[in-house]
């Protein structure tokens, strides 16, 4: 059947049978081979190492939420990149940030990207901000058995609710486990650092100045207790990854807006090395 459809140019029928409109079942269905939790992992003598990304945050602000990550990927106590991307648009209304072994973490985002394209295709409206977080979930736990493995993925989502009118955050464990988080919450080898530095200077009514300015302090605050984390490094002219996600939709900060962001930060690091104390700025 393969055959005869490379040959007349037509899709296989599976392509035209209704099913489901989950892309995820479809492929397990059809091509289970392809799913990264479904691949059989080489064996290996000695210690295994791959990439790893870290640290996301994120914080709600009144109108929304703000979702922010380092550039560092480390592997083992070497640098491996220095620019690496981490915090990525799901679709129109939601943002995900990638911590844990970057390359299953990056295609864990793209299948997500698809899964909620395919759906909204095949019915004709978005899933709620709920049931995308719940998809994400199903993914993260089918690859419980290369976490087993020393190959975890942990990523953070935010979103803006349509249907609330408000930001919300999810976080996960390695099995699936899905946690809703009130104002703020970070992810990743720095996450007890940033989280305690998020937890010193958030407020409920911060704006959406002031909680892009929050992220970026709690990455600065990450990266220096944490070695994996990286810090706005001005030299190279690499900052942060900032989305914010408001009734508008997603919105990245561009360089120049990251760049002006951190060099505030680091401007205020040189009065204050430990950061400020109780209210932002």
Same mark, same amino acid.
Do not use: W
């Given at each position: 059947?393969? %055959?005869?459809?490379?040959? !007349? ?40 190492? $791959? ?31 220095? #620019? ?5 648009? %799901? ?7 990638? %911590? ?12 997500? &990207? ?11 409206? &978005? ?5 995308? %977080? ?6 993260? @736990? ?21 249907? @609330? ?39 409920? #009514? ?10 970026? &302090?709690?990455?600065? #605050? $990450?990266?220096?207790?944490?070695? $994996? !984390? ?5 030299? @190279? ?9 408001? #009734? ?5 900060? !561009? ?13 205020? @690091? ?8 109780? $209210?932002?700025?």
């Amino acid at each position: 059947m393969e %055959a005869n459809s490379r040959n !007349t140019g037509r899709l296989p029928a599976a392509f035209l049978t209704p099913g489901s409109s989950s892309f995820m079942d479809f492929l397990g269905e059809h091509s289970p081979e392809l799913l990264p939790g479904n691949r059989a992992l080489p064996v290996v003598k000695g210690t295994f190492e $791959a990439p790893h990304g870290t640290t996301i945050v994120a914080v709600t602000f009144e109108g929304g939420v703000v979702i922010a990550g380092d550039r560092r990927a480390t592997m083992g106590n070497m640098i491996s990149q220095r #620019d690496m991307e981490k915090v990525f648009p %799901a679709d129109e209304y939601s943002a995900v940030g990638i %911590a844990g072994t970057a390359g299953l973490a990056v295609e864990m985002v793209k299948l997500f &990207q698809l899964e909620l394209e395919h759906f909204e295709k095949v019915e004709g409206a &978005q899933l709620s901000l709920e049931g995308k %977080a719940n998809r994400l979930s199903t993914m993260i @736990r089918g690859n419980l058995g290369m976490a087993m493995q020393g190959l975890a993925v942990v990523p953070l989502f935010a979103g803006y609710d349509v249907d @609330r009118g408000r930001g919300r955050i999810f976080s996960y464990d390695v099995t699936g486990g899905r946690f809703e988080e009130q104002g703020f919450t970070a992810t990743g080898s720095g996450s007890v650092f940033a989280r305690g530095s998020l937890k010193k200077l958030y407020r409920d #009514d911060l704006t959406q100045e002031q909680a892009v300015t929050l992220v970026v &302090q709690a990455l600065y #605050d $990450a990266a220096d207790d944490d070695s $994996a !984390t990286g810090g706005p490094d001005v030299a @190279r002219r690499i900052y942060p990854i900032v989305v914010v996600i408001t #009734d508008e939709g997603v919105h990245r900060l !561009t360089g120049e807006q990251s760049s002006e962001v951190a060099h505030s930060v680091v401007q205020h @690091r040189l009065e204050q090395p430990d950061g400020p104390r109780a $209210a932002l700025l």
